[in-house]
């Protein structure tokens, strides 16, 4: 079956320091994966998504993603953290077949000026 | 193009009221799924729709929560009655999944979500 795991449920980081978001899945087959963040009171967005195309994922906002299959990671990072960026973010797998969207419990991304 | 249409936005009603959501998906959207988001927690899938049929409502309380897709387009999902541990916010999301395309990487879209507060 698959899952998501994401390593932490909070991370804080000072403006203008570089962000990692860590996502670890599993999976059967080549899986399909997600990043999405949610701001305060509004829906989730879809941050980037993974292709089997490349392993180093670039999504919107700058952030980026890199696949590793031998760790079975999906990590988020970014180089230089915004005040916008505080945020929650989600990792998602697509369960193959059942169109199912796994998610991960969250990390609560904060910004501290 | 347009995106997934939810209303109403908020909702405040009292235990044992009932109150129904409503959800337009991405136009061509075969796939709709309804997510209830409790504060602090990640989105938890109450039941998935292809076109007009459910695919999975293994998580949808029955004895109060109801849902249709009439059409295969909108949906609304219901609660009655409601219960105070219904606050939350619930999220409705589409697919571009079970078009005949095979779906790899297709991402879901979703809403603004109505947030139920049940006092």
């Known amino acids: 079956a698959q899952s998501v795991t994401q390593l932490d449920s909070h991370v804080s980081v000072s403006e203008g320091t570089p962000v990692l978001l860590r996502c670890n899945y599993s999976?059967?087959?080549?899986?399909?994966l997600f990043w999405y963040v949610q701001h305060p009171n509004k829906g989730l967005q879809l941050l980037l998504k993974y292709t089997s195309a490349a392993t180093l994922v670039k999504g919107i906002n700058g952030f980026e993603a890199e696949f590793k299959k031998s760790e079975t990671s999906f990590h988020l990072t970014k180089p230089s953290a915004h005040m916008s960026d505080a945020a929650e973010y989600f990792c998602v797998v697509m369960a193959s077949g059942t169109y199912k969207y796994i998610f991960g419990t969250g990390t609560r991304l904060k910004v501290l000026a | 193009e347009a995106g997934v249409a939810q209303s109403p936005r908020y909702k405040i009603i009292e235990k044992r009221q009932s109150v129904a959501f409503w959800c337009n998906p991405i136009s061509g959207h075969a796939t709709l799924y309804w997510y209830q988001q409790i504060l602090g927690q990640g989105p938890k899938l109450l039941i998935q729709f292809q076109n007009n049929g459910v695919v999975d409502d293994s998580q949808l309380p029955k004895d109060r929560f109801s849902a249709e897709r009439l059409k295969g387009v909108d949906s609304t999902l219901k609660i009655q009655p409601a219960k105070l541990e219904d606050s939350a916010v619930y999220l409705c999301?589409?697919?571009?999944?079970?078009?005949?395309?095979?779906?790899?990487?297709?991402?879901?879209?979703f809403g603004n979500g109505t947030r139920l507060t049940v006092t």
């Open positions: 999976s059967s087959y080549s899986p399909s």
């Open positions: 999301a589409s697919s571009f999944l079970g078009q005949g395309a095979t779906g790899y990487n297709s991402p879901l879209h």
